[in-house]
């Protein structure tokens, strides 16, 4: 089991940039495949982005492909989500996640066991 703690979340402005760090315990994020989801009120959890456990393979939603990048620190145990040109859209809340088998990045939901607890992401117009 991986423990998640994300973390950076908060107020900005639209046009702004973010980024959220989800850090690991207990396993290593090398073993895992990673991944953000995000679910605003009224709306069903929506996958952001993936990246597998080499970091080969990266995977992005429609809706943040070409603002959003996902990247991981190693040494830290870390992944990060940066955020760029944020929309009013984008608030949400956001969770990282992670899942097995690392080779793959899944862009459901049930493709991942362990969950955070969660940043809330706010973008004003």
């Keep these: 089991q991986v423990q998640l703690v994300e ?5 900005v402005q639209a046009g702004t940039s973010l980024r959220l760090s989800c ?8 073993n895992y495949r990673m991944a953000w989801f995000r679910q605003a009120p009224g709306k069903e959890r929506e996958f952001v982005g993936g990246i597998s456990g080499a ?13 959003f990048t996902i990247s991981r620190d190693t040494a830290k145990n870390t992944v990060y ?14 969770y990282c996640a992670a899942g097995y088998p690392p080779w793959t990045v899944a862009t459901v939901s049930g493709g991942y066991a ?4 969660g940043t809330q992401v706010t973008v004003s117009s």
């Excluded at 850090?23 to 090398?30: F, G, K, N, R």
């Design 7 to 11: 973390s950076g979340g908060g107020l």
């Design 23 to 30: 850090a690991a315990s207990e396993q290593t994020i090398s």
């Design 55 to 67: 970091g080969a393979v990266t995977l992005y939603g429609d809706s943040v492909k070409g603002r």
């Design 81 to 94: 989500l940066h955020m760029y040109s944020l929309k009013p859209d984008d608030t949400a809340v956001y």
């Design 114 to 117: 362990d969950w955070g607890q």
